[in-house]
């Protein structure tokens, strides 16, 4: 029995049940990131060494578009409450 | 199955069940940055080859940056609210 797939299998388990159970967006981010590890854990167990590299230097740009997309959500949020009088095309 | 491994391993749950039951979010991102820690050095012990110490380093350099981002996002909603 390895360590590291055992490691990376429960990982993935506790990701994957932390994003259904959490209600803020910054946590599911941050399981969703947890996630992430475990499966590039799993993938070097199986000495994929080539699509290991390509993952992780493909997941912080997925880390940073979620990121970006509720910074604007944020945002967009914000204005609405501060011109919702002001403006009636932004309010309902 | 070295006694090295085992201790990183035992490390690296430890962490896991942490980030699961923590409330803060702030702590959150500490015990995610020692599990990237932990799950690089796990990766370059469990490929005996040079092509796992370049992986374990990609993924030492990334998994940092992508912790670095959450980090940079709390502060700047705690700065827009």
Do not use: W
């Not at chain 1, 990131?33 to 994929?48: C, K, P």
């Not at chain 1, 390509?54 to 609405?80: A, D, H, N, Q, R």
């Not at chain 2, 430890?14 to 799950?39: D, G, H, N, P």
């Amino acid at each position: 029995m390895e360590i590291l797939p055992l490691v990376s299998g429960i990982c993935c388990l506790l990701g994957g049940i932390g994003v259904i159970l959490h209600t803020n967006p910054i946590n599911k981010i941050i399981m969703f990131a947890l996630l992430e590890i475990g499966m590039i854990g799993l993938i070097v167990s199986s000495y994929y060494l080539d699509i290991a590299i390509i993952s992780s230097l493909c997941e912080p740009i997925c880390t940073i578009i979620l990121l970006l997309g509720y910074l604007k959500y944020v945002t967009t949020i914000k204005k609405k409450k501060k011109y919702g009088r002001n403006l009636p095309v932004l309010s309902k | 199955m070295d006694i090295v491994e085992i201790i990183i391993g035992f490390i690296a749950l430890l962490m896991t069940v942490r980030i699961f039951l923590t409330r803060s979010r702030a702590r959150k991102l500490l015990y995610l940055c020692c599990l990237s820690f932990c799950i690089s050095a796990l990766i370059a012990l469990y490929v005996d080859s040079p092509m796992g110490g370049i992986v374990a380093i990609i993924y030492f350099i990334c998994s940092t940056l992508s912790s670095n981002a959450i980090a940079y996002t709390i502060e700047q909603t705690k700065h827009i609210e």
